[in-house]
């Protein structure tokens, strides 16, 4: 099986709040994660954020430096951290919702395999 290119977005709030959204379709079904998806033919990492933000999230982003890179099956996914210069947050898309989470909001909450450990590694967690 080939691989799939995948993006992923970090977006924070001014609070130090990170997005999620929960997943509305597999893989992950009911999980909250990162927004993101597919990197379709012809666009590249920065177009596929700025796509799949706006269809999941609502928002418009600008893409900023890349965090980190994750293999999930055939799915690779590579996540850059992204600001929000417009639009308005609402789920979208395979999205069931979408909020900004603190600290305490993200160790609630049913993760995807792996997400908490990997965005400590990369020095990403909410910050309040």
């Given at each position: 099986m080939?691989e799939i290119?995948c993006v992923?977005?970090?977006?924070?709030?001014a609070g130090?709040?990170?997005?999620?959204?929960?997943?509305g379709?597999?893989?992950?079904?009911g999980?909250?994660s990162?927004?993101?998806?597919?990197?379709e033919?012809?666009?590249?990492?920065?177009a596929?954020l700025?796509?799949?933000?706006?269809?999941?999230t609502?928002?418009?982003v600008?893409p900023g430096?890349?965090?980190?890179?994750?293999v999930?099956g055939?799915?690779?996914?590579a996540?850059?951290?992204c600001?929000?210069?417009?639009?308005?947050?609402?789920?979208?898309?395979?999205a069931d919702?979408?909020?900004f989470v603190d600290?305490?909001e993200?160790?609630a909450?049913?993760?995807v395999?792996?997400?908490?450990?990997?965005?400590?590694?990369?020095?990403v967690?909410p910050?309040?």
């Amino acid at each position: 099986m080939s691989e799939i290119a995948c993006v992923g977005g970090v977006l924070f709030d001014a609070g130090g709040r990170l997005l999620l959204i929960r997943r509305g379709h597999d893989p992950g079904r009911g999980l909250w994660s990162l927004p993101g998806g597919r990197v379709e033919p012809g666009e590249d990492d920065a177009a596929a954020l700025v796509r799949e933000m706006a269809e999941e999230t609502g928002l418009v982003v600008v893409p900023g430096r890349h965090v980190g890179t994750v293999v999930r099956g055939r799915y690779v996914i590579a996540d850059y951290l992204c600001v929000a210069v417009g639009g308005e947050l609402a789920a979208g898309d395979d999205a069931d919702e979408a909020r900004f989470v603190d600290a305490a909001e993200f160790d609630a909450l049913p993760t995807v395999e792996l997400l908490a450990e990997t965005l400590a590694s990369w020095d990403v967690l909410p910050r309040s």
